[in-house]
Nanobody, 127 residues
Framework: QVQLVESGGGLVQPGGSLRLSCAASGFILDDYNIAWFRRGSGEGREGVAY???????????DSVKGRFTISGNFGNNNMNTVYLQMSSLKPEDTAVYYCALSPYGSELDDVAGYDYWGQGTQVTVSS
């Protein structure tokens, strides 16, 4: 059973940094993407970044480009960890952050291609 567990959320001041972790387990796949999405209060879901297990390529939404970095530790298919390093945080980055796995290599705008989701972790940027 595929399981995604996020951690690392919390309260941080504007301009600060935070690192989120996504522990992914319970699957045997060679090719997939793991992405971070977020949903702010009263807002829709937004794709933030993804990383490809296949070739390590990454992609970022314009809203976080240059501030966020996604990376992955793909040691074996039974346990993998993906990180989202967030810097220069802004109040508008406040949201629940979710990690998700796509067995199809989906882009961020193809939310339906992400079959597995974590429960989310709250990030609040406030002074």
């Amino acid at each position: 059973q595929v399981q995604l567990v996020e951690s690392g959320g919390g309260l941080v001041q504007p301009g600060g940094s935070l690192r989120l972790s996504c522990a992914a387990s319970g699957f045997i796949l060679d090719d997939y993407n793991i992405a971070w999405f977020r949903r702010g209060s009263g807002e829709g879901r937004e794709g933030v970044a993804y990383i490809s297990r296949t070739d390590g390529s990454t992609y970022y939404a314009d809203s976080v480009k240059g501030r966020f970095t996604i990376s992955g530790n793909f040691g074996n298919n039974n346990m993998n960890t993906v990180y989202l390093q967030m810097s220069s945080l802004k109040p508008e980055d406040t949201a629940v952050y979710y990690c998700a796995l796509s067995p199809y290599g989906s882009e961020l705008d193809d939310v339906a291609g992400y079959d597995y989701w974590g429960q989310g972790t709250q990030v609040t940027v406030s002074s």
